[in-house]
């Protein structure tokens, strides 16, 4: 790409050096703008690896999964993802007749990853991690299978969380392994309890709870609705001293 502020620069060398006082001044003072409307001007490409530059590296894993935060890279993997009829259902965004919201454009996943990474800068600068989530990858191949974050973070310190995974990569034990890790990680970081709230038909949900040590403590009758029709809830929870998953060894 050619550089039109090197030319700038160029051209105007001769000229400074011809010239004394108040000439030579207006002189540097017309260079100066020259290159700020220039930079002004210019359109390059945004390189997304630098747009992510200030999202904070956490990353939990047991060797098996790994999480970390979203790249705008990840938008295309979201987008895919949020086309699945699952994903619709139990974690996408419906209206108040339990309509699903349209698909996820590249551009529209992007937005979300953008709100990720600002909930990623206020939870380093002392927030509660609520609204952080974490991409879910195969921790060998680095390969994204899901999605699990932080739905809100009370002033009672009780978090609450979700997860999807990928159709491809569902039956693997990656949702099991995810809800451990991030469980572990908000206990550590001082959650009095950690929650989660399923659809009573979402049975494969239902059991990555029990098997990631969380308790049914109860069914919200009518408590959400999809496509006109009213659904029950259910409710599990872990508490970090009950919860039997604590032990980073124990296996899922």
């Known amino acids: 790409m050619k550089r039109p502020d090197v030319h700038v620069a160029r051209a105007c060398e001769l000229n400074v050096a011809e010239v004394h006082g108040a000439e030579r001044d207006a002189l540097l003072a017309r260079v100066e703008e020259l290159f700020a409307r220039e930079r002004a001007e210019r359109k390059e490409p945004i390189d997304v690896r630098e747009a992510d530059a200030d999202i904070p590296v956490v990353s939990l894993s047991d060797g098996v999964v790994t999480l970390r935060p979203w790249s705008r890279d990840d938008a295309g993997f979201m987008a895919e993802a949020f086309a699945d009829p699952a994903i ?13 919201a349209p698909p996820l454009s590249i551009e529209d996943a992007e937005a979300i990853i953008d709100e990720f990474a600002s909930s ?80 009573a038909d979402n049975e494969a949900s239902a059991a990555v709870a029990r098997r990631a040590g969380f308790v049914h403590e109860g069914t919200m009758r009518a408590h959400s609705v999809w496509q006109g029709e009213r659904c029950d809830v259910m409710w599990f929870a872990a508490l970090p001293l009950e919860w039997t998953m604590r032990d980073p060894d124990k296996p899922t």
């Open 88 to 100: 619709r259902r139990y974690n996408g965004a419906h209206d108040r007749l339990g309509r699903p």
């Open 120 to 199: 990623w800068r206020a939870f380093v600068a002392t927030e509660p991690p609520s609204g952080v989530a974490f991409a879910i990858t195969d921790a060998a191949s680095g390969g994204l299978v899901g999605c699990c974050g932080v739905d809100d973070w009370s002033t009672a310190d009780v978090a609450q969380f979700g997860y999807w995974i990928g159709p491809s990569a569902r039956g693997r034990g990656y949702a099991t392994r995810a809800v451990v890790l991030l469980t572990r990680w908000l206990f550590e970081l001082g959650a009095a309890r950690a929650f989660l709230t399923i659809e």
